[in-house]
Every structure is written in structure tokens, then in C-alpha cells.
């Protein structure tokens, strides 16, 4: 079936960078858009970019604009999100997700990954 | 960016019971893209309705979904022991995505 398995948790300090993967399976990768939406503890989700797999294209939220990458590997079926600068406020559980539908745009999202704990520390 | 805002924050009901969850949005909603999520302790959100009111495969039908401009609503008709969990709103017809801030299913 279709299923994004992400990376294990991860233990950053302040400053410094963090890289998590998002491995697809099950279905046609380079067709599908991929999100990164984030869940700090107790709280709501929040959107941070998304990457189109067959062009790369890829589309940031504004407040993360300079300090994240997300980028698709067709060959290994991989995403990654790469956020760098790390704050103790960017202590959250982050999930990968796929948009629902085949085409380029602006999906709900019908796959989700398990989700990857990313703590800062300072 | 688009905010959206749930109501209540907390429903507190018994098995079998009506729950309605509304959401309501900062600006008017285009293409229909409001979307509806579950989420249970510990796991990813799962998608319980796109397009305000279509359900994916494999979504019980108690669950159903309106709405229109800025305001929307999920109703579960009858609640089963696994619907008492958080639920989320979210638009996606405007960039950036944006999700409200959650509603608490909780057994009275």
C-alpha cells in the first residue's frame, strides 16, 4: 500500500542543522507532491514547504524562507527537509505528507508519514 | 496567510452521541479546498474529508462534512468509542496551507 516511512528522532543544539527523511513506497513517486508540516508539543500543525518530485519544484512558507530545503531523490524515492539555525522553538514532532492528487497545486493531504522528534536543545 | 478558527475547543459527549465541530476562516475559501483531519495520541493525522465535503475510501460514512465561504462543519452522527480524539480544519486552496487549531472529542 502507499506509505512514507520517515527517519528515527533526532537531538540537535541550537544552531545547528537538521536533516530528515521521508522514503515513499507503493505508489508512482515523481507524481505526487510532498508536504513537511510540523507539531510542536501540545500544539496545532503548521505547514513549512512542499516539493513536486518530477521537477523539483519546490514552495516555502514565509517564516522559514533562508533556513529550509526540501529536496526529492527519484532514484532512492527519498524527500528530505533540511532546516538549519535550530531553536529550542523548533522542538516539534515533523511529518511528511503527500498530496491527494497526481498534479501540481494545492491538495489535502492522504499519506502521512509516522512523524520524526526533533528536540533543540540550547 | 489564512486563519482558521475551531470551535469549541473541547466537546465533551457520550457514545452515540452528535458531535458538530465548526471552523471558520479568516477569509472566503476558493475551490472548495477545506479539509478535515483526525488525529489520535501519538500518530499522524489522518484525512477524514477534502473538498468541504467528500470522504476518502475507507471513512465511515457518520462522518460528514459542510460548509461554504468562511464557515464549515464536521459532524459525526453517532460517536463510536474511536472518535473521541482531536480533530483539525485546514484550507489549502491559498498558499500557505493552514490548519485551525484543533478540537478535543472527549467522553463526558
Known amino acids: 500500500q502507499d506509505q512514507l516511512v520517515q527517519s528515527g528522532g533526532e537531538v540537535k543544539k541550537s544552531g545547528a542543522s537538521v536533516k530528515v527523511s521521508c522514503k515513499a513506497s507503493g505508489y508512482m513517486f515523481i507524481r505526487y507532491g510532498i508536504n513537511w508540516v510540523r507539531q510542536a508539543p501540545g500544539q496545532g500543525l503548521e505547514w513549512l514547504g512542499w516539493v513536486h518530485p518530477e521537477n523539483d519544484d519546490t514552495k516555502y512558507a514565509q517564516k522559514f524562507q533562508g533556513r529550509i530545503t526540501v529536496t526529492a531523490d527519484k532514484s532512492t524515492r527519498t524527500v528530505y527537509l533540511d532546516l538549519s539555525s535550530l531553536r529550542s522553538d523548533d522542538t516539534a514532532v515533523y511529518f511528511c505528507?503527500?498530496?491527494?492528487?497526481?498534479?501540481?497545486?494545492?491538495?489535502?493531504?492522504?499519506?502521512w508519514g509516522q512523524g520524526t522528534v526533533v528536540s533543540v536543545s540550547s | 496567510e489564512i486563519v482558521l478558527t475551531q470551535s469549541p475547543g473541547t466537546l465533551s459527549l457520550s457514545p452515540g452521541q452528535r458531535a458538530t465541530i465548526f471552523c471558520r476562516t479568516s477569509?472566503?475559501?476558493?475551490?472548495?479546498?477545506l479539509a478535515w483531519y483526525q488525529q489520535t495520541p501519538g500518530q499522524a493525522p489522518r484525512l477524514l474529508i477534502f473538498?468541504?465535503?467528500s470522504r476518502p475510501t475507507g471513512i465511515p460514512a457518520r462522518f460528514f462534512a459542510s460548509g461554504s465561504g468562511t464557515d464549515f462543519t464536521l459532524t459525526i452522527s453517532r460517536l463510536e468509542p474511536e472518535d473521541f480524539t482531536v480533530y483539525f480544519c485546514?484550507?489549502?486552496?491559498?498558499?500557505?496551507?493552514?490548519f485551525g487549531g484543533g478540537t478535543r472529542v472527549e467522553i463526558k
Open positions: 473538498s468541504v465535503s
Open positions: 505528507a503527500r498530496d491527494r492528487v497526481g498534479v501540481a497545486g494545492l491538495w489535502a493531504y492522504d499519506v
Open positions: 477569509a472566503s475559501i476558493t475551490r472548495s479546498s
Open positions: 485546514q484550507q489549502y486552496g491559498s498558499s500557505p496551507p493552514t
